[in-house]
């Protein structure tokens, strides 16, 4: 049993599509699969399951969600099958007691924003796997919290996978094929960056709406979210990298940090 602090991850996963391509971005998550401590079980936390309440998936063998619409069929037809672990779920519940953390068996499974990263960094599905979702009802703060107190799993041989990108506006997207990105996506693409290793109270992570760009990069906040998660996980000491950076379509970061490892 690995029992060496694992890394935490927040992969900026962008287009589904990226699951049937290679670029820099798929690149660089495989090779983090292939160059990290191998973790005895991952923790995923992805935009795309964004609930009331929180929850995990305690099933045995979670499905492999297709929550997309209008790509090839080659990505329908791409099945990952890892398998969960209800053990791991528990031991979620317990970390995050007493917060109320419902096991769910059968309404969810892996919805790409964590498959779609974890079958380019761990393509032979043989590591166990637990998603946590995302409470939409609750403040930025509340999802950093939750991170803190995941971080005793990281000492338990646990990593930490969350998947979004923290500037993620659909309405703004370049179809045209020009990539420019926006002004405001880089300001706030370079603001997340300059703030991965603030120390002290009031995180400017944590109310990231403050930046003058927020607004326009998450008119939503569910993507963004899940970094949350990794940075309250830090303990302060660890290194904070960024493994590969860059904006597709104008209005999307691929942006991906990782602690420690």
């Known amino acids: 049993m690995n029992t060496s602090r694992m890394p935490a991850l927040f992969l900026g996963h ?23 401590p191998r973790p005895k079980g991952t923790i995923a936390v992805s935009a795309h399951w964004y609930t009331r309440g929180t929850a995990v998936t305690a099933m045995e063998k979670p499905r492999t969600i297709h929550d997309f619409g209008g790509f090839p069929q080659a990505l329908f037809d791409t099945q990952y099958p890892e398998p969960g672990s209800p053990e791991l779920a528990e031991r979620i519940q317990q970390a995050l007691a007493p917060l109320p953390v419902i096991a769910d068996h059968e309404q969810w499974g892996f919805d790409h924003g964590s498959w779609g990263v974890l079958i380019k960094m761990y393509p032979d599905a043989d590591i166990p796997v ?22 005793a799993l990281r000492d338990e041989g646990y990593m930490i996978v969350a998947s979004g990108n923290v500037v993620h506006n659909l309405r703004m997207v370049k179809w045209d094929g020009d990539a420019t990105p ?15 290793n603030y120390q002290g109270d009031n995180h400017p992570l944590v109310d990231f709406m403050q930046h003058k760009g927020a607004a326009l990069s998450n008119p939503t906040p569910d ?35 990782q602690v420690g490892g």
Do not use: C
């Not at 287009?15 to 292939?34: I, K």
């Open 130 to 151: 637990v998603q946590l979702s995302v409470d939409g009802t609750q403040s930025a703060e509340y999802h950093y919290q939750l991170g803190t107190k995941l971080a």
């Open 182 to 196: 926006y002004d405001w996506a880089v300001s706030f693409n370079q603001f997340v960056k300059d703030n991965l």
């Open 14 to 36: 962008g287009s589904p599509m990226n699951v049937l391509e290679e670029n820099d971005y798929t690149r660089a998550w495989r090779q983090l699969g292939e160059t990290l």
């Open 223 to 257: 993507h963004f979210l899940p970094l949350l998660y990794v940075l309250g996980s830090w303990d302060g000491k660890e290194s904070i990298t960024v493994p590969v950076d860059g904006i597709v379509m104008g209005a999307l970061s691929m942006l991906s940090v």
